[in-house]
């Protein structure tokens, strides 16, 4: 299974022209384009062509052009130019505006430049936002209200995260109606290739490019500077791109981008706008088909035809990008991702769409040199994971679940913000139990319940009756039901053949499964001393906390102070064949969910069956796995987090021989394993 790269507008593939192109510069155009013999000379005669054909292709006209190492530095130098200006003309003794102006979906190189080279060269000015309209557009009647002060305005031809583009000539309109004399620049990076730019006949003074965004490598980029606007170089040294850039130039790149600039030039290699709208439509058809209740955050006929921003109720990015991801379509969240936590889309919120969207949003982009088969491809794995993820019942509640399949067992964790409910089901009987209900947990709780056709049986909890209510009435309000059963006079629940018995401990109850499983909520294993001493949990009672910390389970006897270090779990993607040879029964095990498993059709090495036990399943499973101490297991998940919080489980527990794959099956596709090969 081939990847499918749907993620162009954060970076794209080289065209092979231009890898062409690189190369020949390398092995052959080796000179530099500043040396005076003859290898120098064709060195920068080929410059010379590039510049020519890019100065032809955006209408350069009597403005300059300088090759440059990308878009950021493009925008530092054009920042640093317009405030330089602005300080000599403020210390001439001119008025100068007291704003800096940016667009609100601009990419973070615009403000973050802004409030540097503000403070650096000690103008001070205030560094605003102009705020965007809820199609992401400029908001023309604040520009209009601030243009008068602004001594900068930084907007961008098409916003990255959601494809809209901007209205320039409505700007550049609205400049010359109110005289302003504000320095203008427009990031014209995702515009590359996909918008008929002429730049010399615009009131535009700076314009940056980044090659990488249309199939020419990182590192290279240029940036335009009209005819008369101020200009102060970034880099000072041999004086190379007459003086504005100085650094020996980047030939293999500039090579690079001018085979990209011939292809767009012949017109034939890179598909039409109506083209690349029909590849559009054809992708929505297929994500309303996989994810019902999909909404999309940017306004299909203001928007570049390569850009979808889009959530889906109930899901989170991270859950869309390891689905996406498992069936290998790559995409990317279209918010920032902290460590812990995904943030919010600036992008979005500024366009105020609801902060769930904002925080759940998935942008899926492609780039004009795309072709119908792989739309088509796209489009069949996009479906597979909207199939992957209804038979795994964690679609919430709105959307409808596919009933074929039938309940299974199983102890399930769900986690959110490092709480955690637990939920027993048992399929003989089709009913379950839920365990210290979260509020935030209910919907996918209740979808689950739903669509696995489970009856509930009770809700019950650890922790003094304080703290029940609200998740309690959300759930059973959810379900619409009334009342649930509850625990009989002698503290048992019958759950199919199973029987959960409640205990005291102190002040909390804690729930019993036979004596494998315990459901313990806060307490420390320490206080189970007096059921240890009763006989009613034993050494290796699977203990399930209702705190996520991250270690899924522990048993009383856990070493905390035996925990292995990570490296030492750790198996190379490329050691795991040697490995398996020399452990013919170990199990490897997939530890994502269920849907991303089957969203990349089941993976197969050597013979070795995988298992797929995702992470929220995982404490049902130990202790069957703890039986065979010496048995290894080599967990492995997309990018080795999770795989490595199970290895470090079982390992805590007294397993062995717990192993994960080092790098998850990025690592295992990038070094072209075997076990990263789907069936
Ligand atoms: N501006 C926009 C709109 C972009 O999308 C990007 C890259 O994501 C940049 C600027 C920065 O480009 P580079 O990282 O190539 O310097």
């Given at each position: 299974m081939k990847e499918i790269y749907l993620d162009s507008n954060a970076?794209?593939?080289?065209?092979?022209a231009a890898v062409a192109a690189a190369r020949q510069a390398m092995e052959q155009g080796y000179g530099n384009p500043s040396s005076t013999h003859a290898t120098g000379l064709q060195a920068k005669?080929?410059?010379?062509?590039?510049?020519?054909?890019?100065?032809?292709?955006?209408?350069?006209?009597?403005?300059?052009?300088?090759?440059?190492?990308?878009?950021?530095?493009?925008?530092?130098t054009a920042v640093l130019s317009a405030l330089c200006a602005l300080r000599e003309r403020r210390d001439?003794?001119?008025?100068?505006?007291?704003?800096?102006?940016?667009?609100?979906?601009?990419?973070?190189?615009?403000?973050?430049?802004?409030?540097?080279?503000?403070?650096?060269?000690?103008?001070?000015?205030?560094?605003?936002?102009?705020?965007?309209?809820?199609?992401?557009?400029?908001?023309?009647?604040?520009?209009?209200?601030?243009?008068?002060?602004?001594?900068m305005l930084c907007t961008m031809a098409a916003n990255n995260e959601t494809g809209v583009v901007s209205d320039l000539s409505a700007i550049a309109q609205l400049l010359q109606e109110r005289g302003a004399d504000a320095y203008w620049m427009v990031d014209c990076v995702q515009a590359l290739g996909k918008l008929k730019l002429n730049l010399a006949a615009t009131r535009i003074d700076y314009a940056p490019f980044s090659g990488h965004k249309l199939y020419a490598p990182k590192g290279i980029g240029m940036l335009y500077v009209r005819a008369g606007a101020p200009f102060t170089p970034l880099m000072m040294g041999g004086g190379q791109e007459a003086g504005l850039r100085s650094g020996t130039e980047n030939m293999a790149g500039i090579a690079a981008l001018g085979a990209v600039l011939a292809a767009l030039?012949?017109?034939?290699?890179?598909?039409?706008?109506?083209?690349?709208a029909a590849f559009r439509e054809q992708l929505v058809a297929s994500l309303e088909r996989a994810f019902p209740g999909i909404v999309f955050n940017m306004p299909f006929d203001l928007s570049l035809p390569t850009t979808l921003n889009f959530s889906v109720p109930g899901l989170s990015s991270k859950e869309l990008l390891d689905l996406f991801d498992a069936a290998r379509v790559r995409v990317s969240s279209g918010s920032a991702c902290s460590a812990a936590k995904a943030l919010p889309s600036y992008v979005l919120e500024a366009m105020h769409v609801p902060q769930w969207r904002a925080s759940s949003a998935i942008r899926l982009s492609f780039g004009p040199l795309i072709d119908a088969a792989t739309v088509t491809a796209a489009c069949a794995r996009i479906e597979r994971c909207g199939a992957a993820l209804r038979r795994s019942c964690l679609l919430p509640s709105a959307l409808a679940p596919s009933p074929q399949d039938g309940a299974q067992d199983g102890i399930i964790?769900?986690?959110?913000?490092?709480?955690?409910?637990?939920?027993?089901?048992?399929?003989?009987?089709?009913?379950?139990?839920?365990?210290?209900?979260?509020?935030a947990l209910v919907p996918r709780l209740?979808?689950?319940?739903?669509?696995?056709?489970?009856?509930?049986?009770?809700?019950?909890?650890?922790?003094?009756?304080?703290?029940?209510?609200?998740?309690?009435?959300?759930?059973?309000?959810?379900?619409?039901?009334?009342?649930?059963?509850?625990?009989?006079?002698?503290?048992?629940?019958?759950?199919?053949?199973?029987?959960?018995?409640?205990?005291?401990?102190?002040?909390?109850?804690?729930?019993?499964?036979?004596?494998?499983?315990?459901?313990?909520?806060?307490l420390a294993p320490e206080a189970l001393t007096p059921l240890l001493d009763a006989a009613l949990v034993t050494q290796d009672t699977v203990l399930c906390a209702s705190g996520d910390d991250g270690g899924i389970c522990r048993t009383v006897s856990t070493v905390r102070d035996g925990i292995v270090p990570s490296a030492e779990l750790q198996l190379d993607a490329a050691a795991l064949p040697v490995f398996l040879r020399q452990h013919p029964d170990a199990i490897l095990v997939d530890v994502r969910e269920a849907y991303e498993h089957a969203a990349c059709?089941?993976?197969?090495?050597?013979?070795?069956?995988?298992?797929?036990?995702?992470?929220?399943?995982?404490?049902?499973?130990?202790?069957?796995?703890?039986?065979?101490?010496?048995?290894?297991?080599?967990?492995?998940?997309?990018?080795?987090?999770?795989?490595?919080?199970?290895?470090?489980?079982?390992?805590?527990?007294?397993?062995?021989?717990?192993?994960?794959?080092?790098?998850?099956?990025?690592?295992?596709e990038a070094t072209r394993h075997p076990l990263a090969i789907a069936a």
């Open positions: 970076t794209t593939c080289v065209l092979p005669a080929m410059m010379d062509g590039v510049r020519q054909r890019v100065s032809g292709l955006l209408g350069v006209g009597d403005g300059r052009l300088m090759f440059n190492s990308g878009a950021t530095e493009g925008i530092q001439a003794g001119k008025r100068i505006g007291s704003l800096l102006l940016y667009g609100a979906t601009e990419h973070k190189a615009v403000p973050e430049s802004l409030a540097h080279w503000n403070r650096l060269l000690g103008l001070n000015l205030e560094v605003r936002k102009l705020p965007v309209d809820a199609q992401g557009r400029h908001d023309l009647q604040a520009l209009d209200a601030l243009i008068g002060d602004a001594a030039d012949d017109g034939k290699t890179f598909r039409s706008h109506a083209d690349l964790q769900l986690s959110v913000d490092g709480q955690c409910t637990w939920l027993l089901s048992d399929a003989a009987s089709a009913s379950c139990v839920v365990i210290d209900p979260v509020a209740a979808a689950f319940i739903r669509c696995q056709h489970l009856t509930l049986r009770a809700i019950v909890h650890t922790a003094p009756p304080a703290d029940h209510g609200v998740a309690r009435l959300a759930l059973l309000q959810e379900l619409a039901i009334e009342q649930v059963g509850r625990i009989d006079i002698d503290g048992e629940l019958a759950l199919g053949q199973q029987r959960l018995r409640r205990v005291e401990c102190g002040e909390n109850h804690v729930y019993l499964l036979g004596q494998c499983f315990a459901f313990v909520g806060a059709a089941g993976t197969v090495f050597e013979g070795c069956e995988v298992r797929s036990v995702p992470l929220s399943r995982l404490a049902g499973q130990v202790a069957e796995w703890l039986q065979q101490p010496q048995r290894p297991l080599v967990f492995f998940c997309r990018s080795g987090n999770r795989s490595a919080r199970a290895a470090a489980c079982l390992r805590r527990l007294g397993h062995g021989a717990a192993w994960q794959l080092n790098g998850g099956m990025a690592m295992a």
